[in-house]
Every structure is written in C-alpha cells, then in structure tokens.
C-alpha cells in the first residue's frame, strides 16, 4: 500500500540509524525516530489541512455564522449550532470571541454553549488529524459523540434558563437588541472575493497557524516520543489499560487543567494508543485538553458567573467521560 510519509520515515531512520549511529529498536533510537518522522509528518498535514480549511472559510465568516444562529430556539437551535460548531474552521481562541458576540447578538444561552463546545474540540483540523492518525471509524465515533455532546450539554444549559449567571452588561445589550433600541450590523452584503484573494487569505491564515503552534506541535511530539520510546507498556496497560475501571475517568480530570492545542495533543494520543491504552481513554484526555483548556475559562470568566462556569465545566466534563465509556465499548467488540 502506497505510504504518502513514507519519506519521511525513511529520513528518520537515516538521521537515527545512519547519522547518530543509533539502533531505531533501542529506547533512545525508537524515541528519536518518532520524533523525527513525527514533526515533518504532522506539521506537513497541519499546513496541507489549514490551507484547505482557509479556503474554505473565506465563503463562511464569523459574522454569518452569527446571523444564522439569531433567532434559534430550543433543540433545533442546539442541533444547528453543534452542526456548524463542526463545520465551521474556528478553533477555541475564536470559537470564545464568538460566543460573546453570539450572546450580545440575542442567540439564546445553550445554543451559544453547543456551539462553544462543539467548535474546538470537533476542530475541522482536528477531524482530519484524527482520520490521519487513527482512522476513519475512529474518527466518526468521535465526531458523532463531540457533536452529540455538545447538543446536549447546550439544550441541557438552556432549559435550566442560567441567563441570571451571565454577566449583567451581556444581558442588557440582548435585551437592547431584541427591543431594536440598539441596531445590529447589516451582513446581507456580502463583498465578492476572488479565488486568488481566497488563497492568498488561506496562505496568510496557513502562515499565522503554523507560527502559533509549531511549538505546541513539537513539544507535544517530543513527550509523545519519550513516551513511545521509554514509558513500559506494562505500566501503562496496569493503569491506563481496559481492565482498570477509573482509567476514562483518570484521563479526563488530568486532561481538564491542561492547555495544548489539538495538534499538539495528537501526537501524545498517538503514543499512548501505541502502547495500549484504549483509544476512548486516550480521547477523553484529547477532548478534555481541547474543550476545556484554562485559557478558555479565563476568558469566559468575562462574561460568566462562576455558577455557570463551573456548570459548563461539569456537564462537559461528564459528558466526556460518559463519551470515552462508550467508544471503549464500541471499539471492544
């Protein structure tokens, strides 16, 4: 079968082999070998992908995004909101500036929490990392449940109305917009744009990605090295493995407090199911690093109460761990 990186195993195995004279069965060398086989391979995906991706977001902006949702009630509105969470290339650093705006724009609370969910952690990079890396079913198991959580978690949010934990000054500009006292911005002009002023826009946006989390990406890639290479599988099936009940649970609440983007989180995963830890365990880690990064909750102190919060952070917190149940069961038989 044709291997698309295959040169770029064959250059690690001459950098680890042939330059340093290190056998790539050893600890050391099998460490350095994914490290050197990893950053090319992933960080040639996260450029072939942003680029793609950039393009395709030249024809759906933020702020139509943001019409879209206006005016969305109850489940549909949920459903909506988790579809485009999926589809839409944002990721946390604007998926946050965007359920701000969301809200001050009138779109009711859990719709704006499904789609706050939704967005960084059914990432489109992140969709086709995972199909790079761990496969097609893979990937759509952890699609349908992200998605599937994030409708949950906002329809949940939004029934029990905790709109009196939003900050005061987001709900009086709500109430300022829906009353028409305040005027929202006209989006049905929308100016026509070229394709090579779509390109050039994904070149910029293919640039600016890859300077912002190249070293997230080699750093992540370097732990999942020393663990590919020095971690004892045994130690890892004991108490990561699928006879250890509390191991999703373990994961997820270590994966909480943590911030990586997904790209730099992959390649850890990627490591860790190398050395059997169940794929659902290792997910629930990537979805709790992604969905719940601390950055996020500081700029979402902003405009929640801690009440909020702290609710927000415990429904998407069980959900990923209800999440990483099933897709271990899943996947077992």
């Known amino acids: 079968m044709f291997d698309p990186f295959y040169p770029f195993d064959w250059l690690a195995t001459q950098i680890v082999s042939g330059l340093m004279g290190i056998s790539v069965k050893s600890p050391l060398g099998s460490s350095l070998h994914f490290f050197f086989y990893d950053v090319p391979k992933v960080l040639t995906l996260l450029a072939v992908i942003s680029f ?9 902006s933020p702020e139509k995004v943001r019409h879209f949702l206006e005016g969305k009630r109850t489940f549909a509105g949920n459903i909506m909101a988790a579809m485009l969470g999926a589809i839409t290339p944002f990721c946390s650093c604007s998926a946050v500036p965007l359920f701000i705006g969301f809200l001050r724009a009138g779109v009711p609370l859990g719709v704006t929490f499904s789609y706050l969910i939704s967005a960084p952690m059914v990432d489109a990079v992140a969709i086709f990392l995972l199909w790079s890396l761990f496969g097609l079913q893979a990937t759509l198991i952890y699609v349908g449940f992200g998605v599937s959580l994030a409708i949950l978690a906002g329809f949940i949010i939004g029934n029990f109305k905790l709109e009196k934990w939003v900050e005061p000054s987001i709900i009086k500009m709500q109430q300022l917009c829906q009353t028409g006292e305040v005027e929202t911005e006209d989006e049905s002009f929308s100016p026509v744009i070229s394709w090579k002023e779509r390109i050039s826009e994904a070149q ?7 300077k912002s989390v190249w070293l997230y990406v080699v750093i992540g890639i370097a732990i999942g090295a020393g663990i590919h290479g020095y971690a ?12 250890n009940s509390f191991a999703v649970l373990i994961a997820t609440l270590i994966g909480v407090p943590l911030y990586t983007n997904v790209a730099g989180v992959l390649p850890i995963a990627e490591a860790l199911v190398n050395k059997g830890m169940p794929l659902g365990t290792v997910l629930s880690f990537t979805m709790a690093v992604t969905a719940l990064s601390l950055p996020q909750m500081i700029i979402l102190k902003r405009v929640l109460l801690p009440q909020l919060l702290f609710i927000f952070i415990g429904l998407t917190t069980v959900g990923i761990i209800t999440v990483g149940y099933i897709f271990n069961t899943l996947l077992l038989y």
Do not use: C, H, K, N
């Open 52 to 60: 793609v991706i950039g393009t395709l977001q030249s024809f759906m």
């Open 204 to 210: 910029f946006q293919t640039t600016e990605i890859l």
């Open 232 to 243: 004892p599988t045994e130690l890892i099936t004991q108490w990561a493995g699928r006879d």
